[in-house]
């Protein structure tokens, strides 16, 4: 972790760099093929609709032991980054993590 002090303005920028890039190779997650510049897909709302349908629920099977323990391995690493760094990403994390009881 770096920090780099602007005394003048009174503020201090905090860093870590190549974190990601290390998450990304450790838990060998491939390069997306094009930008997605949100942390989860937006469900456009059809004003004027009588009535506003939810998506479909999730009837994948759930996951076993080895790829539940996969998945809080990949939320603790962002989590971690999200609160000490950017928590920007903190929507997308919450968002999987309240499917933690039963992860599909």
Same mark, same amino acid.
């Given at each position: 972790? @770096?920090? +780099?002090?602007?005394?003048?303005? &009174?503020? &201090? /920028?905090? !860093?870590?760099?190549?974190?990601?890039?290390?998450?990304?190779?450790?838990?060998?997650?491939?390069?997306?093929?094009?930008?997605? /510049? !949100?942390?989860?897909?937006? /469900?456009?709302?059809?004003?004027? =609709?009588?009535?506003?349908? @939810?998506?479909?629920?999730?009837? !994948?099977?759930?996951?076993? =032991?080895?790829?539940? +323990? *996969?998945?809080?391995?990949?939320?603790? @690493?962002?989590? *971690? *980054?999200?609160? =000490?760094?950017?928590?920007?990403?903190?929507?997308?994390?919450?968002?999987? =993590?309240?499917?933690? !009881?039963?992860?599909?």
């Amino acid at each position: 972790m @770096t920090m +780099k002090w602007n005394y003048e303005q &009174c503020s &201090c /920028d905090i !860093s870590t760099p190549g974190y990601i890039e290390r998450a990304l190779t450790r838990f060998q997650h491939p390069a997306p093929t094009e930008q997605q /510049d !949100s942390p989860h897909k937006h /469900d456009i709302p059809q004003y004027g =609709a009588k009535v506003q349908f @939810t998506n479909d629920p999730d009837n !994948s099977p759930p996951l076993d =032991a080895t790829d539940t +323990k *996969y998945v809080q391995e990949v939320l603790g @690493t962002l989590l *971690y *980054y999200a609160h =000490a760094i950017d928590p920007t990403i903190l929507p997308a994390i919450r968002t999987i =993590a309240t499917q933690q !009881s039963k992860p599909t």
